[in-house]
T-cell receptor, first 112, second 113 residues
Framework: DSGVTQTPKHLITATGQRVTLRCSPR?????VYWYQQSLDQGLQFLIQ???????AKGNILERFSAQQFPDLHSELNLSSLELGDSALYFC???????????FGPGTRLTVT | KNEVEQSPQNLTAQEGEFITINCSYS?????LHWLQQHPGGGIVSLFM???GKKKHGRLIATINIQEKHSSLHITASHPRDSAVYIC???????????????FGKGTKLSVKP
């Protein structure tokens, strides 16, 4: 158990819908990262937050957004869902920007 | 060309064999990570290294910064080592911040009893 929690574990929804994925980092970790793992693209970095502020953006679609709250938990919002958004979404956390990342168990999103 | 390349893509070994997985990268990095992903999907960080060599149990990771190459070795392999092993790099210039990872495509290891 990495200490990073993600909810829900599984999510099945229809095209066009909006979902919110939640991540709670390890106690004391200030940085949160979101990653997407799809069968064709592999693991890709989406976005990073550090102590409530967005620090870097990767291959994140405009339909996706995220935020980190004062209690350091983070949410990833996915809207106007398409079939191609079906993937495993991982959250990871680290103590600072330069420390090892610890991964949550992931949320498996299926868009039908 | 991918910025992080792993070889082999697939590897089948007999229990007890010594295993090596290789990773080459083409960008400047602040650190290199080895991750393990089990069939259930969960990802575990095995090593984070920026120079030299690290050992944890039967696992050894090495990195050669000049050659932009890293290896993950598993000694006395066991069926429970069966998983996908992923090499990833933190690059200081990616997105303007350190810590974000660029991933290789992974090596699927199967260890037979």
């Amino acid at each position: 158990d990495s200490g990073v929690t993600q909810t829900p574990k599984h999510l099945i929804t229809a095209t066009g819908q909006r979902v919110t994925l939640r991540c709670s980092p390890r106690s004391g970790d200030l940085s949160v990262y979101w990653y997407q793992q799809s069968l064709d693209q592999g693991l890709q970095f989406l976005i990073q937050y550090y102590n409530g502020e967005e620090r870097a953006k990767g291959n994140i679609l405009e339909r996706f957004s995220a935020q980190q709250f004062p209690d350091l938990h983070s949410e990833l919002n996915l809207s106007s869902l398409e079939l191609g958004d079906s993937a495993l979404y991982f959250c990871a956390s680290s103590q600072t920007l330069h420390h090892e990342q610890y991964f949550g168990p992931g949320t498996r999103l299926t868009v039908t | 060309k991918n910025e992080v390349e792993q070889s082999p893509q697939n590897l089948t070994a007999q229990e007890g064999e010594f295993i090596t997985i290789n990773c080459s990268y083409s960008v400047g990095i602040s650190a290199l990570h080895w991750l393990q992903q089990h069939p259930g999907g969960g990802i575990v960080s095995l090593f984070m290294l920026s120079s030299g060599k690290k050992k944890h149990g039967r696992l050894i990771a090495t990195i050669n910064i000049q050659e932009k190459h890293s290896s993950l070795h598993i000694t006395a392999s066991h069926p429970r080592d069966s998983a996908v092993y992923i090499c990833a790099v933190s690059t200081p210039n990616y997105g303007g911040s350190q810590g974000n990872l660029i991933f290789g495509k992974g090596t699927k290891l199967s260890v037979k009893p």
